[in-house]
């Protein structure tokens, strides 16, 4: 069946690092993919989107890099700072407008 | 601009008994979608509405129903409720069904069944 999962429940990175955030996806039909943040007690945010005709996207500070060969996404963060700790998860969507969501993975910044 | 709200933001049921959640979307978005998240998940979809109809749903059972009013509002309506039903309800809202990329999300409603 259609399934989005990632594969770092949590990743802890020091305050200026790089992180980056992978998710795996299982739908080769989807073409719109997103990455959303939800900090603690609020709804998911949306980050940075990337339509499956490209390969890589960028915002600030973020990057988003797909490769459909492999059905693979990922969310790349510059210089990482405490405010960038929250929860981030990939979502896919079809044809059937409805948005795909991972388990989601923990991003831990420390001084 | 008032972004999506929710109401309750939290509550407590027992099994059995019917609860409603409220949501009123971002001013000029006309499409209202549900998702439900299980502490520790990812939001799982149960339905969209668009024009006051019910659009498409996820994978939940008749339990979960719902309603979109004129003003583009929504309700979500969960009858005999179970333990398992225990999440964050969020309500997110889109300018047009196909949108469903620029969703908005409220800050959920957390329901708690014991």
């Known amino acids: 069946g259609e399934s989005v999962g990632l594969h770092l429940p949590t990743l802890s990175v020091q305050e200026g690092d790089n992180s980056i955030i992978n998710c795996a996806y299982s739908?080769?039909?989807?073409?719109?993919f997103i990455w959303y943040k939800q900090e603690s007690g609020k709804g998911p945010q949306f980050i940075i989107d990337i339509r499956s005709n490209m390969d890589k996207r960028q915002g600030q500070r973020v990057t988003v890099l797909l490769n459909k060969t492999v059905k693979h996404l990922s969310l790349q963060i510059a210089a990482t700072q405490p405010g960038d700790s929250a929860v981030y998860f990939c979502a896919e969507k079809d044809h059937t407008d409805k948005l795909i969501f991972g388990t989601g993975t923990r991003l831990q910044v420390f001084p | 601009d008032a972004g999506v709200t929710q109401s309750p933001t939290h509550l407590i049921k027992t099994r059995g008994q019917q609860v409603t959640l409220r949501c009123s979307p971002k001013?000029?978005?006309?499409?209202v979608s549900w998702y439900q998240q299980a502490l520790g998940q990812g939001p799982q979809f149960i339905f969209q509405?668009?024009?006051?109809?019910?659009?498409q749903r996820g994978n939940f059972p008749d339990r979960f129903s719902g309603h979109q009013f004129p003003n583009y509002s929504s309700e979500l309506n969960v009858n005999a409720l179970l333990l398992g039903d225990s999440a964050l309800y969020l309500c997110?809202?889109?300018?047009?069904?196909?949108?469903?990329?620029?969703?908005?999300f409220g800050e959920g409603s957390r329901l708690t069944v014991l």
């Open positions: 509405y668009y024009e006051e109809e019910e659009r």
């Open positions: 739908n080769s039909a989807s073409d719109y």
């Open positions: 001013s000029g978005h006309d499409t």
């Open positions: 997110a809202s889109s300018l047009a069904p196909q949108n469903t990329g620029e969703l908005f």
